[in-house]
């Protein structure tokens, strides 16, 4: 079946740029997703991207996707304790049907004073 | 705001003992969804309901199943849970094909 890999940590002092990466198998992708957790709670929608896009913007967060490689990024400008939580990137693509999420095994990132 | 809602937040219940779990949306998606999530993991699709039409992933337990009475309901039932159902149950809503957008989730604890 299709996979997404993930780091499994981040850790970045509070006010630096987190990078939390994603790669995935699908080449039948159509959109790619990052929702964010924190401990306890449901999945937050933060932004996704369509795979003609190599670039999208949205406030403090930058998503960018390199579909030759298959490999996507999302990137926290001044990066605040809030932001601490496990963000997962989710791939929505052909194969098992247009309705089905695969997601990555989440990335925790731990923001640090 | 409309929204997705599920209840209870935390739910448990007895080794074999039946259980459902709800979930409601203001949204009025077509399309609502359960997925499974034990710690430390990505959340797993268990199946999905798109509009009346019920969607179980293959590799879902027959222990596991749904309702949706109406658009905006949709029911996790599990017949006879084991300790190794012990999770968070995630439910989601989209219209058609398009973003998904989950609920708080229901932490469920076998004892």
């Not at chain 2, 359960?34 to 798109?50: E, G, M, N, T, V």
């Amino acid at each position: 079946g299709e996979d997404v890999e993930q780091s499994l940590f981040l850790s970045v002092r509070e006010g630096d740029s987190s990078v939390i990466n994603c790669t995935y198998t699908d080449s039948s992708s159509t959109y790619l997703y990052w929702y964010k957790q924190e401990p306890g709670a449901g999945l937050q929608l933060l932004t996704y991207i369509f795979s003609n896009m190599d670039m999208k913007q949205d406030q403090r967060l930058t998503v960018l996707l390199n579909k030759k490689d298959k490999h996507l990024s999302l990137r926290i400008a001044d990066t605040q304790t809030g932001d601490s939580a496990i963000y997962f990137c989710a791939e929505k693509g052909l194969t098992g049907g247009g309705n089905k999420l695969t997601f990555g095994t989440g990335t925790q990132l731990k923001v640090e004073l | 705001d409309a929204m997705v809602i599920q209840n209870p937040r935390y739910q448990v219940t007895q080794f074999g003992k039946p259980v459902t779990l709800s979930c409601s949306q203001t949204l009025n998606h077509n399309v609502m969804y359960w997925y499974q999530q034990k710690s430390s993991q990505a959340p797993k699709l268990l199946f999905h309901y798109y509009d009346k039409d019920f969607n179980n992933e293959a590799d879902t337990p027959d222990n596991f199943q749904s309702r949706r009475p109406n658009t905006s309901f949709c029911f996790l039932d599990i017949r006879s849970p084991g300790l190794g159902d012990a999770a968070m149950y995630l439910c989601a809503t989209s219209r058609d094909e398009e973003t998904q957008y989950f609920g708080p989730g229901t932490r469920l604890l076998v004892l």
